[in-house]
């Protein structure tokens, strides 16, 4: 039966679509679910929708879902569709709500971004709570997440749960963040962090006034590991011991690999590599970053709005049973950074062929993206394409040059670009960044994915056949100090620090410009106490301010400019050097513009890319080198920590893993409890 509520709420969205204007010539044709309302909380529900156009389209569709008694938030922006006979369809949009029981309104909206004409619908869908008076717990879509439920606690309570392994030996109790209650509805956590097959005893914590007070216990069997997914096999070289930081106990790994099988999914493992979690798209994403809330940062491939283009298109946000709670896509970023004024952001094939020299375009997301800034907002970078004169950065096949660039986009909490720093904005030399300054190893791409590349489009018959790779950004970090963002460009050999200032334009403040670069050949210079011969870094991973921006800075040295010959011959270049991958840390004096050594750790391999440095809770570094070359021609990880040893750079190994190949790891004591650098 439909409440007064339901009714009030159907006949507002039926005159919506009612009052449509007659002349529209984007029409909705359907608006539908899998599965009938009511449906019980964590059921997924499909929407389709079919939508005709007179005018030549594409059509895109963006949903927006309103959980009970709040506004509609952004799930999906607008992307495209697909037409077959004169009808189109948008991609499926699957809704998971485990928040909240409730009448849900889902809009959909419909734009074709040539004419500008837009139209949309709203339905409504009860959604029904799975606790009444006892507190349940169900399985989810992935057999190591469960929705816990509970009944509703009162207003100023907050809540949260507590649970632990049967056989209580083989996991410490983790709790959950705690929740405001929302009296009348129900109480909702989805609970990971747990081994496969495994009983679970829950329980809820709910605070009134400092007291606890604990629900009833319910047990909960996890399931085991689908047979289709590719689980891979860890080693443990050296295995924890009483030096090892076990209070992060939970490894969470990106295993990233393309162009080999199988397509490992990103796995969270103890530190024995036994499985506590995994999210499994079926392809290789870039995890970005876990956050504080329950849900991680990922950047996956899918449909945009270059037919030609469907690598890392995607920026989503999942929650731990692998739902979508936000997504984005370099198509609409395209259009709002071209509104914005951003002559280097429209879309690639929209480029002329071949390129005119000054044509530039944006290609795709790649390596890193955060929400660490201030309100929610999240940095992204991708990457651009841009046609210089012959002869540019030393080519010498009389052809315009393509070189790659890099912007970094920030969205505020609704996935809008509200500020963004633009490489080729700020390249006409010191103190900026020198279009002509070459990657100092020579890096190309082709055309196609290879090698860490985006995807190229630019190059084309008429262009120089290989791009340069003049930056190759791979880490983004806000400095909350400073309210200024920091990005390592692995192929410059340096870490810049652009001047962002919460994003503000105006007063001379935000301007983006590039602020200090450091690195060889950059501002800074190295107080070298241990007389290394090559104390910088050189093509870094994961740039990071420990301790909420505080420091130690922790990188992680791959070391490629320091055992290879570099093609900047200058006097601040270092001699050749050797050696292996190193994990470093160390101490910065803006003031006097000096680098210090903390620690400088031989990590016993070469990692020829990717990697990850981490200070741990109890003083040891975590670090990761990740792509090791085999002798059967395969690359592998090493999962290390390394106990510093006082009055040195160097220190001693207390954990060591061996893993397939890794783009970054993070060691955090739950899997609610990440580190924020």
Request: charged share 10%; net charge negative; with cysteine.
């Amino acid at each position: 039966m439909q409440t007064l509520e339901n009714k009030s709420l159907y006949f507002t969205a039926l005159l919506a679509v009612l009052c449509a204007p007659a002349y529209a010539t984007v029409q909705i044709t359907a608006l539908t679910p899998s599965h009938t309302s009511p449906q019980l909380l964590g059921t997924p529900v499909t929407w389709t929708v079919t939508a005709t156009d007179t005018n030549s389209g594409p059509l895109t569709f963006q949903f927006n879902v309103a959980i009970p008694a709040q506004s509609f938030a952004l799930v999906k922006d607008f992307n495209v569709g697909t037409l077959a006979a004169g009808t189109w369809t948008a991609q499926p949009f699957v809704w998971v709500p485990t928040g909240v029981e409730g009448v849900y309104k889902i809009e959909v909206v419909i734009k074709d971004f040539t004419s500008g004409e837009t139209t949309s619908k709203t339905a409504l869908f009860q959604v029904t709570p799975l606790a009444t008076t006892k507190s349940v717990v169900t399985a989810t879509a992935n057999p190591l997440v469960a929705l816990f439920s509970a009944p509703s606690c009162a207003s100023g309570s907050t809540m949260a749960v507590r649970f632990q392994p049967q056989t209580k030996s083989l996991a410490p109790a983790v709790t959950t963040p705690f929740q405001k209650c929302h009296p009348p509805a129900t109480m909702n956590f989805e609970i990971a962090g747990m081994y496969p097959t495994t009983e679970y005893q829950m329980v809820s914590e709910t605070e009134t006034s400092g007291k606890i007070t604990l629900g009833n216990v319910v047990a909960f069997t996890t399931g085991a590991i689908p047979t289709n997914v590719p689980i891979p096999k860890f080693t443990v070289n050296t295995a924890a011991g009483s030096t090892t930081d076990t209070t992060d106990w939970v490894l969470l790994q990106n295993l990233l690999q393309f162009g080999v099988t199988p397509i490992y999914p990103a796995v969270a493992t103890d530190l024995s590599g036994n499985i506590l979690w995994y999210y499994n798209p079926g392809q290789s994403i870039f995890l970005t970053r876990p956050l504080q809330n329950g849900t991680f940062l990922t950047m996956q491939s899918g449909p945009s709005w270059d037919p030609a283009s469907t690598q890392l298109q995607l920026l989503d946000q999942i929650d731990f049973a692998g739902n979508i709670v936000k997504e984005t896509n370099i198509g609409v970023l395209s259009h709002q950074l071209v509104a914005m004024g951003a002559t280097d952001a429209v879309l690639c094939n929209t480029v002329a062929v071949p390129a005119p020299v000054g044509a530039a375009c944006i290609d795709s997301f790649h390596h890193d993206a955060i929400q660490t800034l201030p309100n929610g907002d999240t940095a992204a970078l991708v990457a651009i394409e841009k046609i210089f004169p012959p002869g540019t950065q030393g080519d010498t096949t009389g052809l315009p040059v393509d070189i790659i660039g890099d912007m970094i986009i920030v969205m505020n909490s609704s996935w809008q670009v509200i500020w963004y720093f633009d490489t080729f904005q700020h390249d006409n030399g010191a103190p900026q960044l020198d279009y002509t300054r070459p990657p100092v190893l020579g890096e190309t791409c082709s055309a196609g994915l290879s090698g860490g590349c985006p995807e190229i489009f630019l190059v084309t018959s008429g262009i120089s056949p290989k791009a340069k790779d003049w930056l190759h950004a791979n880490a983004l970090y806000y400095w909350p100090q400073d309210k200024d963002i920091v990005m390592s460009m692995r192929n410059q050999d340096w870490v810049v620090k652009i001047d962002y200032n919460n994003g503000v334009q105006s007063g001379g403040l935000g301007t983006g410009n590039i602020l200090w670069r450091m690195g060889p050949c950059g501002d800074f210079t190295f107080t070298n106490t241990y007389s290394d011969p090559w104390p910088w870094f050189s093509h870094q991973h994961e740039f990071g301010i420990e301790n909420s921006g505080a420091g130690p800075i922790t990188v992680f040295d791959n070391g490629n400019t320091r055992w290879s010959q570099p093609s900047i011959s200058t006097g601040c270049m270092p001699g050749v050097g050797s050696g292996n991958s190193r994990g470093m840390a160390l101490n910065i004096d803006e003031a006097t513009l000096t680098v210090s050594p903390v620690l400088s750790q031989d990590m016993g391999y070469q990692s020829f890319g990717d990697g990850s440095a981490q200070l741990l809770s109890d003083g040891n570094y975590s670090f990761l080198p990740s792509d090791v070359l085999t002798h059967t021609l395969s690359f592998v990880s090493y999962i290390e920590e390394i106990l510093p040893t006082a009055g040195t750079d160097t220190g001693t190994e207390v954990l060591n893993i061996e893993a397939p190949q890794n783009y970054r790891i993070w060691r955090m004591p739950s899997m609610y409890k990440p580190p924020i650098t």
